[in-house]
């Protein structure tokens, strides 16, 4: 889909703007209680977000050194790596993110503004593809907002933009 905008804007001599976004230790910055608002939004049986809240909430560790051991901290944040769970939570609450950011884009049409859709998404990879550069900067604030507020953020060095 990208590639295809991008060979369209081409053909067509038309702007375009293309930003590439990799979230930083997406899988250990997700919060327990995004889990429970995506799981909420997507009406998943309340008994079911239960147990995933008890699940969670057994999440604990603990810092040692030479001298000293701390107490045990409950996590409030991460999603458990290899948990076949895992993968879905994290899709869902990155779909909660993303459609308050589509949402606060206002329509769009292939003649300007954002294509659609503006946002595209695999896994932590984000892709925002818009063909005004004042659409692509309030996607980029609203998404940037929005990442911050879920506490979770992205990571410069693998994020790029044409």
């Known amino acids: 889909m990208i590639w295809e905008a991008i060979q369209r804007a081409k053909s067509e001599k038309i702007n375009l703007d293309v930003i590439w976004l990799d979230l930083a230790n997406a899988y250990g910055s997700v919060s ?3 889990i429970q608002l995506a799981l909420k939004m997507y009406h998943v049986p309340k008994d079911i977000q ?4 008890d699940y969670f909430s057994v999440f604990r560790m603990r810092f040692s050194t030479n001298s000293y051991t701390t ?3 409950n996590m409030e944040i991460e999603i458990a790596m290899g948990c ?3 993968p879905i939570l994290f899709v869902m609450v990155m779909e909660v993110i993303l459609k308050a950011a589509k949402d606060s884009a206002g329509p769009a049409n292939l003649g300007g ?3 659609m859709p503006p946002l595209k998404a695999f896994m932590d ?4 593809i818009c063909s005004k ?3 692509t900067r309030r996607m980029l604030e609203r998404l940037d907002v929005l990442i911050a507020w879920c506490r979770i953020k992205f990571k410069p060095k693998k994020s790029r933009s044409l």
């Open 32 to 34: 327990h209680q995004m």
């Open 50 to 53: 239960v147990m995933i809240d």
């Open 71 to 73: 107490d045990w901290i």
């Open 84 to 86: 076949t769970i895992s």
């Open 113 to 115: 503004g954002c294509y």
């Open 125 to 128: 990879d984000t892709t925002i």
């Open 133 to 135: 550069e004042d659409e």
